[in-house]
């Protein structure tokens, strides 16, 4: 079990650049969940994807923001015309979505700076 | 709709000395709660979660949670803190939809003296 693997570890970028950003789930997990973290806050959802099925979406994800996860393994979030607001850490989980609950496993994030 | 608070953005304790880590929740259905902890540069990492099994809860490294419906609660405990336990906690709720979005608090940051 390598755990979840995230990819950049940081991003800086101008305004108004696309960028996309990748996740690497734990193998046999078909859950796959990305979360954003501003300074000073929790997490907060933004998608998730059961297998390669894209289930729900936060209103928090806005017309710029666009996630894939095309054959049910890795994911990308990509990110159109960057604005300043979009400055934070992008969390990705997987959960292997078996029993009551089935615990997320967290990657270390990538932390998006937009100047 | 479901939400945490989490009464305190920073609690400060001595090495040795019981750690309380407060919550509130609210959830229009029977909730699933869990602590999360984040250290510095690391990923989340899953201290424990109640089920709508036992009230009290043990997690790992000696920490411990209750539900208390009563008092729409899940306060995080630990008997001695220790240094490494410095790091932010999460209180998070999922109201058991069948892919367990997660709802978390804002953190609370324990701060660990010698």
């Known amino acids: 079990d390598t755990g979840v693997s995230q990819d950049p570890r940081h991003k800086i970028t101008k305004r108004g650049q696309n960028v996309t950003f990748r996740c690497d789930p734990i193998?046999?997990?078909?859950?796959l969940y990305w979360y954003r973290q501003t300074l000073g806050q929790g997490p907060e959802f933004l998608t998730y994807?059961?297998?390669?099925?894209?289930?729900?979406k936060s209103r928090l994800l806005s017309n710029r923001f666009s996630a894939e996860r095309p054959k049910g393994s890795f994911s990308t979030l990509e990110i159109q015309r960057t604005e300043q607001g979009d400055s934070a850490m992008y969390l990705c989980?997987?959960?292997?979505?078996?029993?009551?609950?089935?615990?997320?496993?967290f990657g270390n994030g990538t932390r998006l700076t937009v100047t | 709709a479901q939400s945490v608070t989490q009464l305190d953005s920073h609690v400060s304790v001595s090495e040795g000395t019981p750690v309380l880590l407060r919550c509130n929740y609210s959830?229009?259905?029977?909730?699933?709660l869990f602590w999360y902890v984040q250290h510095p540069n690391k990923g989340l990492q899953l201290l424990l979660k109640?089920?709508?099994?036992?009230?009290l809860v043990k997690g790992i490294n000696g920490f411990e949670a209750e539900f208390k419906k009563s008092e729409t609660s899940f306060h995080l405990t630990k008997p001695s803190a220790h240094m490494s336990d410095a790091a932010e906690y999460f209180c998070?709720?999922?109201?058991?939809?069948?892919?367990?979005?997660?709802?978390f608090g804002k953190g609370t940051m324990l701060l660990v003296s010698p």
């Open positions: 109640y089920t709508s099994a036992a009230t």
């Open positions: 994807f059961q297998n390669e099925a894209q289930l729900e």
């Open positions: 193998s046999e997990h078909n859950r």
């Open positions: 989980a997987s959960s292997s979505g078996t029993g009551t609950y089935s615990p997320l496993h």
């Open positions: 959830s229009s259905y029977s909730p699933s």
């Open positions: 998070v709720v999922s109201e058991n939809s069948g892919y367990s979005t997660l709802t």
